[in-house]
């Protein structure tokens, strides 16, 4: 069974610019959640979809969004791009939506830079 | 602010020895808590999943849970070089619809 699957693994941008990651949950998984893990601030929850609807959202300003499509596959975009947006982003997917007792699997990561 | 607090260590322990990872939270209304093991430019991956008081062994690992005390621990026995590697503590917030993660502990398993 294929795991998590994250695209493009790299991504140099500038101050400015806007990025869109993707993100391929693993099969008959329904939600989607995304991270971004620095290493002064650990992994921090940005939003979860589940069912092409976003269930819940992080504090991060609103340049972050993203959105989910019928097959599950998620994508994030961040526009305006700023240098403290230079991270590693996570995407996870769990069978269901974000619960008590859901177990997170987690993809490879795109790791972000912006100069 | 809901939060979950670890030691950022490092903690260094010999191989063979036991490691114990702690982890504090601040939301009386967590329930479940998790550890995932995250080694240097991977991605983290579930260890263990503990949601009542007492303790949850797996193997080597074992998570304890105090929610009196509002601390979640993990004991590794035996542990290996391969053991190396950060663990990040996790716990559902309130409201269910996501998780606080702890900053991480890094743990190095000396031969």
């Known amino acids: 069974k294929a795991g998590v699957t994250q695209t493009p693994r790299y991504l140099i941008k500038t101050r400015g610019q806007q990025v869109t990651l993707s993100c391929s949950p693993i099969?008959?998984?329904?939600?989607v959640s995304w991270y971004q893990q620095t290493p002064g601030q650990g992994l921090q929850f940005l939003f979860e979809y589940f069912s092409e609807t976003q269930r819940n959202k992080g504090n991060f300003p609103g340049r972050f969004s993203g959105r989910q499509f019928s097959n599950s596959r998620s994508e994030m975009n961040v526009s305006t791009l700023e240098l403290g947006d230079s991270a590693l982003y996570l995407c996870a997917s769990s069978r269901g939506a974000l619960s008590t007792n859901e177990k997170l699997f987690f993809g490879s990561g795109t790791q972000l830079s912006v100069l | 602010q809901k939060e979950v607090e670890q030691n950022s260590g490092p903690l260094s322990v010999p191989e063979g020895a036991i490691a114990s990872l702690n982890c504090t939270y601040s939301?009386?209304?967590?329930?479940?808590f998790f550890w995932y093991r995250q080694y240097s430019g991977k991605s983290p991956e579930l260890i263990m999943s503990?949601?009542s008081n007492g303790d949850k062994e797996d193997g080597r690992f074992t998570a304890q849970l105090n929610k009196a005390s509002q601390y979640v621990s993990l004991l590794i026995r035996d542990s290996q070089p391969s053991d190396s590697a950060t663990y990040l503590c996790a716990g559902n917030a309130g409201n269910n619809r996501k998780l606080i993660w702890g900053l991480g502990t890094s743990l190095a398993v000396n031969p």
């Open positions: 503990i949601y």
């Open positions: 939301d009386r209304g967590s329930q479940s």
């Open positions: 099969s008959g998984h329904r939600s």
